[in-house]
């Protein structure tokens, strides 16, 4: 590769949106670097990437398995590893970047193997168990949460947010597909499809007496509700998905949600209060260690699912709202926008540039 050759990058990230757009706003931010991607066949990935960088695919898949199966899938990340060896040497790639999950386990290897430079970034309070096996081979791991380091005592860390998409940083509260009135208290929900089902349950159950009350809903439930429809109300609005998140979460008085990192990154950068419902089956419970760090700081209310009432939740939202905001709401909005980073991406992209750079710099010392 000559000297004027553009930097050239390989993105490992797959699955969720939770891992796929914070690489896509780092992405964005190295308009200078040849960039390829790493994912896995059937994800989010193969409708995302496509359009903006050449997508390599490789086959690995979780490693929460039991008996033969665990076999199976070891056999598979040797080869996923050995394909990602391959393209990295055969590319010429300068260094890796990922943002964790068991699509960077044959990524950070290969690399390591190599020689090259990994910037990990993990976006959870509680780490998740392939970054903390793997942090220690990386270049640099950028934090989400500055608690996360606790668990990464041999890795080099610095805590710099979660990227978030570009339209937060400059969308608009106005939604002109929703009829919403500018001055009516407005109250968000956002479950997703996995295991959502329970809370949307919870949320029809107290909206009657919301509505009532005059807050306006608009209510995110997946694809995977039956029931999605079965609420019917002028004030209240049922959406599988609404692909104008950033506005409507700047728009919102108060959102109730689950408590992945993406969600929470977009709450803080929206700078809006919110209720959280951990997803209680997520790996090692971190959604309630990421809800944490939020109620802990005041910017949110962290309700266990298992312990919630549809009582106990009709009057919280109720008591947040009444009469415009109440002054908990009001301290809630600023504690979230204190724990905002908006300009993640620019720092995670430095940082990239900085350990390429880095690398570069003591391999033509070697020569």
């Given at each position: 590769?000559?000297?004027?050759?553009?930097?050239?990058?390989?993105?490992?990230?797959?699955?969720?949106?939770?891992?796929?757009?914070?690489?896509?706003?780092?992405?964005?931010e190295?308009?200078?670097?040849?960039i390829?991607?790493l994912?896995?066949?059937?994800?989010?990935?193969?409708?995302?990437?496509?359009?903006?960088?050449?997508?390599?695919?490789?086959?690995?898949?979780?490693?929460?398995?039991?008996?033969?199966?665990?076999?199976?899938?070891?056999?598979?990340l040797?080869?996923?590893?050995?394909?990602?060896?391959?393209?990295?040497?055969?590319?010429?790639?300068?260094?890796?970047?990922?943002?964790?999950?068991?699509?960077?386990?044959?990524?950070?290897?290969?690399?390591?193997?190599?020689?090259?430079?990994?910037?990990l970034?993990?976006?959870n309070?509680l780490?998740?168990?392939?970054?903390?096996?793997?942090?220690?081979?990386?270049?640099?791991?950028?934090?989400?949460?500055?608690?996360?380091?606790?668990?990464?005592?041999?890795?080099?860390?610095?805590?710099?947010?979660?990227?978030?998409?570009?339209?937060?940083?400059?969308?608009?509260?106005?939604l002109?597909?929703?009829?919403?009135?500018?001055?009516?208290?407005?109250?968000?929900?956002?479950?997703?499809?996995?295991?959502?089902?329970?809370?949307?349950?919870?949320?029809?159950e107290?909206?009657?007496?919301?509505?009532?009350?005059?807050?306006?809903?608009?209510?995110?439930?997946?694809?995977?509700?039956?029931?999605?429809?079965s609420?019917?109300?002028?004030?209240?609005?049922?959406?599988?998905?609404?692909?104008?998140?950033?506005?409507?979460?700047?728009?919102?008085?108060?959102?109730?949600?689950?408590?992945?990192?993406?969600?929470?990154?977009?709450?803080?950068?929206?700078?809006t209060?919110?209720?959280?419902?951990?997803?209680?089956?997520?790996?090692?419970?971190?959604?309630?260690?990421?809800?944490?760090?939020?109620?802990?700081?005041?910017?949110?209310l962290l309700?266990?699912?298992?312990?919630?009432?549809?009582?106990?939740?009709?009057?919280?939202?109720?008591?947040?709202l009444?009469?415009?905001?109440?002054?908990?709401?009001?301290?809630?909005?600023?504690?979230?926008?204190?724990?905002?980073?908006?300009?993640s991406?620019?720092?995670?992209?430095?940082?990239?540039?900085?350990?390429?750079?880095?690398?570069?710099?003591?391999?033509?010392?070697?020569?």
């Amino acid at each position: 590769m000559s000297d004027t050759s553009p930097p050239k990058l390989l993105i490992a990230a797959s699955g969720t949106g939770g891992h796929l757009f914070p690489a896509i706003a780092v992405a964005a931010e190295l308009p200078d670097y040849q960039i390829e991607w790493l994912g896995v066949p059937d994800r989010l990935e193969t409708k995302l990437v496509p359009a903006c960088y050449p997508l390599h695919l490789v086959g690995v898949e979780g490693f929460q398995k039991k008996g033969l199966d665990v076999l199976r899938v070891s056999l598979k990340l040797l080869g996923a590893t050995w394909q990602t060896y391959q393209l990295l040497r055969q590319g010429k790639f300068q260094g890796v970047f990922t943002t964790g999950g068991y699509i960077a386990a044959p990524a950070v290897i290969a690399a390591r193997l190599l020689g090259l430079p990994v910037l990990l970034h993990e976006s959870n309070a509680l780490p998740g168990k392939v970054t903390r096996f793997l942090s220690r081979w990386c270049s640099v791991v950028a934090l989400g949460f500055k608690v996360a380091q606790r668990s990464l005592p041999k890795a080099h860390t610095v805590w710099v947010g979660t990227p978030v998409r570009s339209q937060f940083l400059t969308a608009s509260p106005e939604l002109p597909d929703l009829p919403l009135p500018a001055d009516v208290p407005l109250l968000v929900v956002v479950g997703g499809s996995q295991g959502a089902v329970a809370v949307n349950r919870l949320i029809r159950e107290c909206a009657p007496t919301w509505l009532e009350a005059g807050i306006w809903i608009v209510h995110q439930t997946g694809e995977n509700d039956p029931d999605s429809q079965s609420l019917q109300h002028p004030h209240y609005f049922p959406r599988p998905f609404y692909d104008q998140m950033a506005g409507l979460l700047k728009r919102a008085d108060l959102v109730i949600g689950r408590s992945g990192a993406g969600t929470l990154t977009e709450l803080a950068i929206a700078q809006t209060p919110s209720i959280l419902i951990p997803y209680p089956f997520a790996a090692e419970d971190h959604q309630t260690v990421n809800a944490r760090v939020f109620s802990e700081a005041g910017a949110a209310l962290l309700m266990p699912q298992k312990q919630l009432t549809a009582a106990r939740l009709t009057e919280q939202v109720l008591a947040l709202l009444k009469d415009g905001g109440s002054a908990e709401l009001k301290a809630m909005a600023a504690q979230t926008a204190a724990i905002a980073v908006p300009d993640s991406a620019v720092r995670v992209a430095k940082l990239i540039r900085e350990c390429l750079a880095a690398s570069q710099r003591a391999s033509g010392s070697r020569r």
